[in-house]
């Protein structure tokens, strides 16, 4: 075992510490090989109906997170994005993105991360997102906070901006171009709030929004292969997560995506974004628009 595999094998104190420790090695090792390739011709191929690709960027990625994670823990499961599901015992399921936004790489937009979940029994209890233009780390462990290189991540202040929010959006592959509910909903938003970012990488939006740069996240059907890191991230910065319907969301990677929709803020932000969903759907008075 070399001197960095001992170092994050470690994993310092702390529940989970070194499984936080490995995914970080396991995403920084597999954005540096990222940052280097990304100026390199690549190979596009399409994955399905929806428009989705995959490069080899995202295999050779995979190939260095997957080699982490199965030579320090190999009776644990992992769901990763190309590989598929790799079985283990017990109810531990490593979750693996390790190109997040690759529609973003293919035509050369460097608006993309590395991200790695661990769930127990379904819910995260570790998280971590790399972003390999900047080499950025940001990583949270449940109930003990989010943090960076730099220290910890507080997300936005939930104060309402005057000129209204900067939320970002996403939605599952399987949400169609002529969704009537998706397309209603994100038109909605855009004339209500300052700015609807659409990144196509959710997980940059998670870090934005648990570094506080963004005001909010909306989620229509969201993927579940990304979004226990990213919402982890989030809430052990202080946002709050909701359904569309307000209730107390709960960030999940199994079952239907109807059960992944979700506004993630703080208190003014969102009790604002909460009501101009609910103007959508009809349950709640959306209130003055701000200008």
Not at 170 to 180: E, F, I, L, P, S
Not at 224 to 247: F, I, K, N, S, Y
């Amino acid at each position: 075992m070399s001197d960095p595999e001992m170092a994050s094998a470690a994993g310092g104190a702390g529940p989970y510490a070194r499984e936080r420790a490995v995914a970080v090695a396991a995403a920084e090792e597999a954005g540096t090989m990222l940052r280097d390739r990304f100026r390199a011709p690549l190979t596009v191929r399409t994955k399905d109906a929806s428009g989705d690709v995959v490069t080899e960027l995202d295999l050779a990625a995979e190939e260095i997170v997957l080699s982490r994670l199965r030579r320090h823990f190999p009776h644990d499961r992992i769901l990763s994005e190309e590989a598929g599901l790799l079985d283990g015992t017990g109810s531990r399921t490593w979750l693996v993105d390790p190109l997040d936004g690759t529609n973003n790489v293919a035509i050369g937009l460097p608006a993309y991360v590395v991200g790695i979940a661990l769930c127990v029994a379904g819910a995260p209890v570790v998280g971590v997102v790399h972003e390999p233009l900047t080499g950025r780390t940001w990583h949270a462990v449940s109930g003990h906070g989010a943090h960076s290189d730099s220290g910890p991540l507080t997300g936005p202040d939930g104060r309402l901006p005057a000129p209204g929010p900067v939320i970002a959006w996403t939605q599952g592959h399987a949400v169609g171009r002529a969704d009537t509910a998706a397309a209603v909903l994100r038109q909605h938003l855009e004339l209500r709030c300052r700015r609807v970012l659409q990144l196509w990488a959710p997980l940059l939006g998670w870090s934005m929004l648990a570094r506080g740069t963004i005001d909010g996240f909306v989620g229509y059907r969201a993927e579940g292969l990304d979004l226990p890191a990213g919402a982890l991230l989030a809430a052990e910065a202080g946002v709050e997560l909701r359904t569309l319907h307000g209730e107390v969301f709960r960030p999940g990677f199994a079952g239907s995506g109807a059960d992944r929709s979700f506004v993630a803020a703080r208190t003014d932000t969102l009790d604002y974004v909460l009501a101009q969903v609910a103007s959508v759907t009809g349950r709640r008075d959306p209130g003055p628009a701000v200008r």
